[in-house]
């Protein structure tokens, strides 16, 4: 298959809390939405990100609010899996439940995910269109880490959703806040942006907050407008769900030993009512009243609830205990980000940026550095339509800022005093060299066209077949110099293997190319040895 035969771009917003998808047809630029779930009405129109696992035989029983109804059962089967979206954000491929690899979490999620979507759109599309021609977009924050995404990529081929030896662009990865910057500027009035405007995307999400800046670049003659990157991907682990474990908390305090022993899935169907209810619409001003199941009462101390079995939150407790905390963290992240640029305009996006509350908190905080700010329309699902505007327009964004110094081991000349001499080696042209030299290709802060080649070339002897190993490193100057120094990360590695090469004689030098391709989300890697091409993304290394 080529990638002209893709003819539906899927892109998936695999959320902490939610998850949605949007498509698009081949060549038209409607965005259509996939509203229906399997067993869930709920406030946010989108799927919980949940699985439930039987604890004898670790068997994915259900998904989505299937999992969530199964953790109300007063008799317990199993386990409620929730956030593990977010284990990939420690760069670790770890076994978080018994058998299950959080590789293998996220593709029984994204498994069950991509068969509900497959059945909605068996209902809607001509049965020309079939799972075959698809290509996705997937979505992840923007502090995730190269290998991370290699993590994600691999749980979408083990979901099934694609083969290993599909094309590479039949999966594409962009950032949250990147796909968020699309879809505010298809979606929002930006006529108050000129050239050269500054705009921040809050992208405020339920494990995450992510930030980005971008400058407006507007051509002066036919008004087509850019996007320049001013900083890279930046963000925080302060989203909604930090404000559902406060709240567990408070609930704990309130109930007190008396509540402590109340069955699991009580406590699930009070947070519940909280997330669905009150967590939405408090503004921080008024006292909520939290219904109380009957299950729930012979474990509770005597006057803690209204004669309507409410329990009362006051105002302040809810805003000073289970908002501000996580509000706090949300405004010392912008605070890092306008450190040294103004903005024009701030948009906040995503489920978290829904609130109003979190909206007058940060257009209150930063009222003196920022102009405007903005709650697009379907500020929910601004992440995962964004990311159909970038199947359809990739070009918008031009230029990206590095986060990390890229490099390459290599065998540089050696020099005394330098290199360690447990590194020298002499090669077959006779040279002393170092062969543990990090030599950069890209540094941290630096500027590149998006999609732009950094090629880096050498020589292996005819037929041996070698490898390419890249590291990054994270911190700031002075660079190390050696790839085993402190601080220095190897992130992948690429087998070159060497093809027939008719006439070639045993031990004749053969020139190799590696053109590293940095696009939008994920780094591309492009391998020529005498004509013939493989290409690769940044691949998981054993830990």
């Known amino acids: 298959m080529t990638a002209t035969q893709l003819q539906k771009s899927f892109p998936i917003g695999l959320r902490t809390t939610f998850s949605g998808c949007s498509y698009a047809l081949k060549g038209s630029q409607e965005v259509y939405d996939i509203t229906k779930w399997p067993k869930y009405t709920g406030f946010y129109g989108k799927v919980p990100t949940l699985l439930y696992y039987k604890t004898t035989t670790n068997r994915l029983l259900d998904w989505g609010n299937g999992a969530r109804l199964l953790s109300f059962k007063p008799k317990q089967e199993g ?33 069950k995910f991509h068969q509900h979507i497959l059945e909605e759109l068996e209902k809607k599309l ?3 269109y079939t799972p075959d021609q698809y290509c996705y977009c997937l979505t992840v924050p923007a502090i995730w880490s190269d290998h991370a995404k290699a993590m994600m990529r691999e749980a979408v081929i083990k979901a099934g959703m694609i083969q290993m030896d599909d094309p590479l662009d039949r999966l594409t990865l962009i950032s949250e806040p990147e ?4 879809y505010c500027e298809q979606k929002c009035d930006m006529s108050n942006l000129k050239h050269q405007d500054k705009f921040m995307i809050i992208d405020a999400g339920g494990g995450t907050v992510d930030l980005i800046i971008y400058e407006v670049q507007q051509s002066s003659h036919d008004k087509t407008r850019k996007l320049k990157e001013l900083t890279s991907g930046y963000g925080g682990i302060c989203g909604s769900s930090d404000i559902d474990k406060n709240m567990r908390k408070l609930l704990l305090k309130k109930f007190g030993e008396e509540g402590s022993s109340m069955p699991i899935c009580t406590l699930e169907m009070i947070m519940e009512t909280f997330i669905e209810y009150i967590k939405p619409v408090f503004h921080g001003d008024e006292d909520q009243y939290l219904d109380i199941p009957a299950t729930a009462l012979s474990y509770l101390p005597e006057g803690l609830l209204n004669e309507d079995y409410q329990l009362v939150l006051s105002a302040e407790e809810l805003a000073q205990e289970v908002f501000k905390p996580v509000f706090d963290s949300v405004i010392m992240l912008i605070k890092n980000q306008l450190s040294t640029i103004k903005v024009n305009t701030a948009f906040l996006v995503g489920g978290f940026g829904s609130s109003i509350y979190l ?9 003196d550095q920022i102009d405007d700010c903005v709650v697009p329309p379907h500020a929910e699902l601004a992440i995962v339509r964004g990311a159909v505007y970038h199947c359809i327009s990739p070009g918008l964004v031009t230029s990206k800022v590095a986060r990390y110094t890229y490099g390459v081991r290599t065998r540089l000349p050696f ?3 330098l290199d360690p001499e447990e590194s020298a080696v002499f090669t077959s042209d006779g040279i002393k060299r170092c062969s543990t030299r990090f030599d950069i290709i890209l540094r941290k802060g630096e500027r590149i066209k998006v ?32 790839i085993n120094d402190v601080g220095i990360k190897k992130i992948a590695d690429f087998p070159i293997k060497m093809p027939y090469l008719p006439g070639m004689m045993t031990g004749e030098r053969i020139d190799v190319n590696i053109d590293f391709i940095f696009g939008l989300t994920e780094l591309k ?19």
Request: hydrophobic letters at 35%.
């Open 179 to 182: 796909a968020a910057a699309l």
């Open 525 to 543: 890697v492009d391998v020529l040895v005498s004509g013939y091409r493989s290409q690769f993304t940044t691949r998981i290394l054993d830990k």
């Open 415 to 417: 020099e005394e005093g």
């Open 451 to 482: 999609n732009s080649k950094i090629r880096r070339s050498f020589w292996v002897s005819y037929p041996k077949h070698t490898e390419a190993d890249l590291y990054i490193y994270n911190g700031d100057d002075p660079i190390p110099r050696q």
């Open 359 to 367: 909206y007058q908190t940060i257009k209150k905080a930063f009222q």
């Open 126 to 128: 001509d049965p020309q």
């Open 79 to 111: 386990n409620l899996i929730h956030s593990f979206k977010m284990w990939l954000a420690d760069d670790q491929t770890t076994q978080h439940e018994e058998n299950h690899s959080s590789i293998d979490i996220i593709a029984d999620y994204l498994s």
